[in-house]
């Protein structure tokens, strides 16, 4: 399974309403490759935040947030997790693409490359958590997110790939203001 | 109280409605005003950085933002000063207690405590130094309109002195 492929499943099944949140590096090239929307807030900076900045989000609106992250990111700020559990949210489901390397920077292996369980530590905050191997079985847990009135984690074991896709070219302040408005006008 | 106080009406006035924190002993008092309001939703982080990306979600649904925190935790916060706050323009107020300055007992205190000012100007965050409760309201309740005019980060910090006026006692 390639992150690539993660991702078009997420933009499958998401709702127009629905947010997504990508993180820094070739994961938000590759959502805004495949689908561009204004309910896509691509982090471009400040690795590590993803879920963080999808957390301020989802306990301020009521649709789904969807915070596509990955291993080498949520290692950078692991209390992310213990905070998602402690403040209660449910309508934020987190989606850890876990490729066990640091794709964007030349596939240098991170920790969960050995012993480290990503699945276990959120299962150690409170968190509702499984770990998926292959695209049927992350399209049936994502579907059952989703669908769910509780936040998830959904940890989706892939190969490291990054697919060769375009820079974004929207410049920053603009992908933060035609997301504001797309919140405020529905 | 009365430091505390100012500075609580300020961000209420100010209409502040959403808060992340990383404890202080000197935000003691503030910190159980902010938890009792019901205007304003409260989320303590496990660090600065963190609660720096929850804000900024927060405000990107629409709502006006502050964090309360101890000086020694802007260090691990520039980094998403830089790429998430300057990037996209986001503005929240950094109520800092600033440690590390006139009556500090503790040495590890005094480098973060004398570079602060420095940071801050080279983060180009503007930040004011109230230095009695009635100061502190009328800068937070402008420093919260200013920051949206700026559309960055405005900070306050409230260093030693200010705190005094926390003790009922001596003032």
Not at chain 1, 135 to 149: A, Q
Not at chain 2, 107 to 134: H, R, S, Y
Not at chain 2, 147 to 158: C, E, G, N, Q
Request: aromatic share 8%; glycine share 8%.
């Amino acid at each position: 399974m390639r992150r690539i492929e993660v991702i078009k499943k997420i933009v499958e099944n998401v709702k127009d309403n629905e947010i997504i949140v990508s993180n820094i590096g070739v994961p938000s090239k590759e959502l805004y490759y495949l689908k561009d929307r204004d309910r896509n807030f691509y982090m471009l900076g400040s690795m590590g935040l993803a879920s963080s900045i999808g957390l301020g989000i989802a306990l301020n609106c009521n649709e789904k947030v969807i915070v596509i992250d990955g291993d080498g990111s949520i290692l950078m700020n692991l209390g992310t997790l213990s905070t998602i559990s402690y403040s209660g949210v449910k309508n934020l489901i987190l989606v850890v693409v876990d490729n066990s390397v640091y794709g964007s920077t030349g596939n240098q292996k991170t920790h969960t490359s050995k012993n480290t369980n990503i699945k276990k530590i959120a299962e150690g905050c409170g968190l509702d958590s499984v770990e998926v191997n292959n695209l049927e079985d992350f399209e049936k847990e994502f579907k059952k997110s989703l669908n769910t009135d509780k936040c998830r984690v959904i940890i989706a074991k892939t190969i490291p790939y990054n697919e060769k896709v375009p820079n974004i070219d929207i410049p920053p302040v603009m992908i933060k203001f035609r997301f504001m408005n797309s919140l405020v006008e529905k | 109280m009365k430091g505390s106080l100012a500075v609580y009406r300020g961000l209420i006035d100010g209409g502040i409605n959403f808060i992340c924190s990383v404890p202080c002993a000197n935000l003691k008092n503030l910190l159980n005003l902010i938890e009792s309001e019901r205007k304003i939703f409260h989320l303590p982080t496990t660090r600065e950085e963190e609660a720096f990306g929850i804000c900024a979600g927060a405000y990107l649904s629409g709502k006006k933002t502050a964090i309360l925190m101890q000086n020694s935790g802007l260090g691990n916060s520039i980094n998403a000063i830089a790429s998430l706050y300057k990037v996209y323009q986001i503005p929240t107020l950094l109520i800092i207690s600033h440690r590390g300055l006139l009556k500090e007992q503790i040495p590890a205190q005094i480098p973060m405590g004398l570079w602060t000012e420095k940071l801050l100007d080279v983060c180009e965050i503007p930040f004011f130094k109230p230095k009695n409760p009635e100061e502190a309201y009328k800068i937070i309740l402008e420093g919260a309109k200013y920051m949206d005019k700026i559309s960055y980060p405005v900070a306050i910090l409230l260093d030693a002195l200010y705190w005094e006026y926390d003790n009922d006692v001596k003032k």
